[in-house]
RNA sequence: GUCCGAGUGGCGGAAUGGCAGACGCGCUAGCUUGAGGUGCUAGUGCCCGUUAAGGGUGUGGGGGUUCAAGUCCCCCCUCGGACACCA
């Protein structure tokens, strides 16, 4: 393999006055620390007149991980800062700036492999984060790019976990109020306590959790999603589809587990209907949606004698309380808690064997596969696909419509975490329960009518019939007939039946469960929490007071989690703080005298810095409160009854759509709730940018070859010499793709990077990466350059004299349709007219002076620093990023003459000048009597005559 | 499987229902230069027409609405993404 060194060129080969690579690493460092020195993009947290216009324009903040950043990363933060550049020119204030989202699972990881101090690494790796975005040129105010690592900044972060834990939802009221209320209520006794006692007559620990049972950050022992390979128990967000850690990829179990949880799903509602407000992507909405998984249907209760001999009730919950003269059998969840009571003693007669699972007794059954449902891993039910399996219990409950008598079984495929944890099976119209009563020989029974060409014989059925609007059949009992109603008719009719005779209700149940708060890692936010060692309320977690924030990370020796063998079920998770006994155990004074006091020893979520962050950029220096009311006021604040108020834009991945996005509203919500924010939500407007794709190469042993040595020689790829193979995805190291910006900017310019990427397409698609391609937006600027300084002398060369006609023309035209394109963020056709313009100055035999500037103008958001140069060497002596961005004269949009197409039955014939006020009487005639339409006409006679005047004539023949 | 998004030259893409392919890459030819990656000019959807004039054809496939469809409606195909036993 023989080793290219690139030959550096002689600089005499380029004039010395071109704009090259060479002078533009020269004018880009300068403008930027111009910028810097003037406080060029600093904004003052609110100006004194609170009715100027503003943008508050938001970057999803990077994670900064060891491999920095490459091409793919800056698209939206470029984007971002043209667009906010093009505000400042129109006369807002526009906020707009980049902080770092540092705590987390990746940093640690990459802490852990390369055995240094998690925030030594995350610090190495943020400077280099910031020295590579520094060097783009954006107009960012880099006094408020806070990290979610500062201290100061995570003594906020805490401070809002405690706002949350010291909160209540009341479903009365219909939001968060302070837990204080809640107390007042149980002590002057206008709420009851869970078992009636009076207030005083409970126990400190009895009193605790009552209050734990309301609180809108509160522990439970709950099923979670526990991750052995990584030693941290993960939210439901953060486990993939099949079942693995999202990070690391290691298997996950269900354990029941001691957590921190945060109660969203008192949110549901709100966070559903507040998305009709928001100006989403219509699919990111209906993510959110379809994760909080609203859905409306009926309890309905199930008598059922337990082994004891009394009389038990199983509360099913079903969205088609139609079918249920369908019901032919029921299923538990394996974990129901009801199960025990009625196991019965031994199979009744008649038990089909398919039932039993082969045991003799049903608790043997039921037992076995309890068992065997919890070893299962999440991978493992996935790998065993749709298989439906269960056993019987042995009992019987009745059907409460028709006094039948149903055989009640436990399957996994009933989840305890949705609904009841229990379901009525109506086989024949739901396709899981269709598969389970095939597979364990139940019957089944049609109470919806299919459509005429099904089998009568439901025996001969291969799937259920589920629809949701046909006919009820053969539903009917002494009371209440559904017999021919269409199925929304029947829900309301049998609802109304239960209701009134007290079996059933109405009610909504949501997909979206609580979320898991907790981490066992060393890398994130320390809970201010402590629980007293002894005393009646040993035990109980309590909040460290605000003066006691920040609660800091302590120093440990190994700061790596207890890791375990990827699929070690029996493993139990142990944070790496509570090895820093001297930390844990502290004496304090939480106003009732020095106490022994145990830490909480879990860590918060990556989650928690980025779900406020950008109410910290409002404000980052303001050591007594999260957020300067003011600020948020201005910046943020609903400008009407209808407007729910937070950032003007919001633009990041697709990737985000429900995690973070989700976790933030949430967050917001709750502090809307309790007065800290005047807007309702935190993200007014959302806009994901597209993927920017890498072109990678495998070879014929599917292995990746650096992209950037291969050579295509007609459609074909070869690296070394070998034929290798292309795909389009993700840019990474290990595709072995990777192209940075420095490299861009070492190569071109920044301002050629910036060019490039926003010429590439609509922000919103993906497309791919050409760094070859790249060369047409360097040619652009090197054009720009050569119509305004001459490259041999360096000497200005625009002259005084005032454009001509065709000139101002194409010259207005542009200012009207690069504003329209900036207001609807579609940079890459913005960019287009600017090289229309230029290259139109560029035949010109002279340059103008005004066409020039406001060129220049016009050009500033996309290549800020080239622009700088320009304005400074046409004379000016100010900023050009303060400079108006300028406004067409209307009088120079329309055209003297106007081309009007010609069309003989739609296909263009012929081609006239006529004046844009022509009548259309008179372009009728002229189109008629034109060369191309008596031509393409070939006497042939004329039946109508379309005059869309003065673009368009189209002539139908006979 | 369900739900979203997208299919336009060799490539990225552009087109209020009204001239399809703006702008850029690449390619071809010429110029320039101190011969070689980044200067300038012109041409460039495809087919027929030796040149030209001109004609035909063309936006994943099929049907429809319309004087007129890349654009609106219906069916299908392909690719990308999200979710996935949610009762």
């Not at 309320?537 to 207890?562: H, N, T």
């Not at 070492?746 to 590439?760: K, P, V």
Request: aromatic share 10%; net charge negative; proline share 7%.
């Amino acid at each position: 393999m023989s080793e290219q060194t690139p030959q550096p060129k002689p600089a005499s080969e380029d004039p010395k006055y071109r704009y090259t690579a060479g002078l533009a690493a020269d004018i880009e460092p300068k403008w930027q620390a111009y910028w810097a020195k003037n406080h060029t993009f600093e904004v003052p947290n609110h100006p004194a007149d609170m009715s100027e216009p503003k943008a508050y324009i938001l970057d999803m903040f990077p994670y900064p991980s060891g491999a920095g950043l490459h091409v793919g990363h800056p698209l939206g933060y470029i984007a971002t800062d043209v667009l906010g550049r093009y505000k400042v020119m129109t006369g807002h204030h526009v906020l707009h700036t980049i902080g770092m989202d540092a705590f987390g699972l990746a940093a640690e990881q990459y802490a852990v492999e390369h055995g240094v101090h998690p925030r030594i690494s995350t610090e190495r790796n943020i400077a280099r984060y910031r020295e590579q975005i520094q060097r783009i040129g954006f107009g960012h105010d880099t006094r408020r790019g806070v990290s979610t690592i500062d201290v100061p900044f995570y003594k906020w972060t805490q401070w809002i976990f405690l706002q949350i834990f010291d909160s209540w939802y009341d479903q009365e009221a219909d939001r968060a109020r302070p837990i204080a209320t809640l107390i007042a209520q149980f002590a002057d006794g206008t709420r009851a306590t869970p078992d009636g006692r009076a207030w005083d007559a409970l126990s400190a620990q009895e009193q605790a959790a009552v209050v734990d049972s309301f609180r809108l950050a509160y522990i439970a022992e709950a099923p979670v999603n526990w991750c052995p390979g990584l030693g941290t128990v993960l939210s439901n967000e953060e486990v993939t589809a099949d079942g693995r850690s999202e990070r690391g990829n290691f298997p996950v179990f269900k354990r029941n587990l001691r957590q921190w949880m945060m109660r969203i799903t008192e949110y549901a509602d709100r966070l559903l209907s507040d998305l009709d407000r928001l100006d989403w992507p219509e699919p990111i909405k209906l993510q959110q949606r379809n994760w909080i998984g609203r859905s409306e249907g009926a309890r309905v209760h199930f008598p059922v004698t337990a082994v004891d001999g009394s009389e038990k009730t199983i509360e099913i919950f079903t969205t088609r309380p139609d079918t249920l003269f369908g019901a032919t059998y029921m299923v538990l969840a394996p974990e129901h808690d009801l199960v025990d009571s009625f196991v019965a003693r031994a199979w009744p007669t008649g038990t089909k064997p398919a039932w039993t699972g082969g045991h003799a007794t049903p608790a043997e059954a039921v037992a076995a596969y309890r068992a065997q449902a919890a070893a299962k891993t999440e991978v493992e039910r996935q790998t065993e696909g749709r298989q439906k399996t269960g056993v019987f219990t042995g009992t019987f409950a009745v059907n409460p419509v028709n006094g039948e008598g149903v055989p009640v079984f436990i399957a996994d495929y009933v989840l305890m975490g949705y609904g009841t944890g229990a379901i009525m099976a109506v086989p024949a119209h739901d396709q899981r329960d269709f598969e389970f009563a095939r597979a364990f020989d139940l019957p089944m029974r049609i109470v919806v009518a299919p459509p005429a060409d099904w089998p009568q014989d439901v025996a001969e059925w291969t799937q259920s019939y589920d629809s949701k609007t046909a006919q009820i059949t053969d539903s009917a009992n002494d009371e209440i007939s559904l017999e021919g109603l269409p199925v929304p008719a029947a829900i309301r009719a049998i609802s109304e039946w239960l209701q009134n005779k007290g079996i059933g209700e109405g009610t909504v149940t949501y997909r979206l469960r609580d979320w898991l708060f907790s981490r066992q890692r060393y890398w994130g936010e320390p809970f201010p929490i402590v629980y007293a060692v002894d005393g009646p309320d040993a035990g109980i977690a309590r909040a460290l007071p605000e003066s006691m924030l920040p609660l800091e990370l302590p120093e440990v020796d190994d700061f790596s989690p207890k890791t375990f063998e990827a699929g070690d079920v029996t493993s139990a998770p142990e944070p790496p703080l509570s090895r820093a006994a001297d930390w844990v155990n502290v004496t304090l004074d939480l106003g009732d005298g020095p106490r022994q006091y145990r830490r909480e020893t879990n860590t918060m979520p990556q989650w928690a810095g980025s779900c406020w962050y950008y109410l910290r950029y409002l404000s980052p220096d303001d050591d007594s409160r999260f957020v300067e009311a003011e600020a948020e006021k201005y910046w943020m604040g609903p400008r009407s009854a209808e407007d729910t108020g937070g950032v003007d834009l919001y633009v990041g991945g697709a990737e985000h759509a429900v995690l973070h996005l989700l976790y933030a509203r949430f967050w917001h919500k709750v502090l809307f709730d309790l007065g800290h924010v005047t807007s309702a939500e935190p993200f007014r407007k959302l806009f994901n940018q597209g993927m920017i794709q890498g072109a990678s190469y495998t070879d014929a042993r599917e292995v990746y070859v650096p992209a950037d040595q291969v050579e295509e020689i007609d459609g074909v790829f070869y690296y070394q010499g070998e034929k290798v193979t292309q795909h389009f995805g993700k840019i990474g190291k290990s595709l072995k793709n990777v192209v940075s910006p420095d490299e861009m900017i070492d190569e071109y310019s920044a301002d050629t990077l910036r060019i490039y990427e926003m010429s590439l397409g609509p922000l919103d698609m993906s497309k791919p990466w050409d760094t070859r391609a790249s060369i047409g937006s360097f040619r652009f600027l090197q054009r720009l350059w050569r119509n305004i300084v001459d490259e041999e002398s360096g000497e200005v060369t625009v002259t005084g004299a005032e454009p001509d006609e065709a000139t101002l023309r194409i010259l207005h035209k542009t200012i009207d349709g690069t504003r329209n394109d900036m207001e609807g963020m579609r940079f890459n056709t913005a960019i287009s007219k600017l090289i229309e313009l230029n290259n139109h100055l560029t035949r010109l035999p002279a340059v103008p002076r005004a066409a020039a500037e406001t060129l220049v103008v016009l050009t500033a958001p996309f290549a800020p620093h080239i622009a700088e140069e320009l304005w400074s060497r046409l004379g000016h002596t100010d900023t050009v990023a303060h400079a108006a961005y300028p406004v067409a004269d209307p009088a120079y949009l329309v055209d003297e003459t106007v081309t009007c197409v010609v069309q003989v039955a739609g296909k263009v014939k012929d081609r006239l000048e006529v004046a844009p006020d022509i009548a259309d009487e008179a372009l009728r005639e002229l189109a008629l009597a034109s060369e191309g339409v008596q031509r393409a006409l070939e006497g042939r006679g004329v039946r109508t005559v379309i005059v869309r005047a003065p673009k368009l004539v189209n002539v139908v023949p006979a």
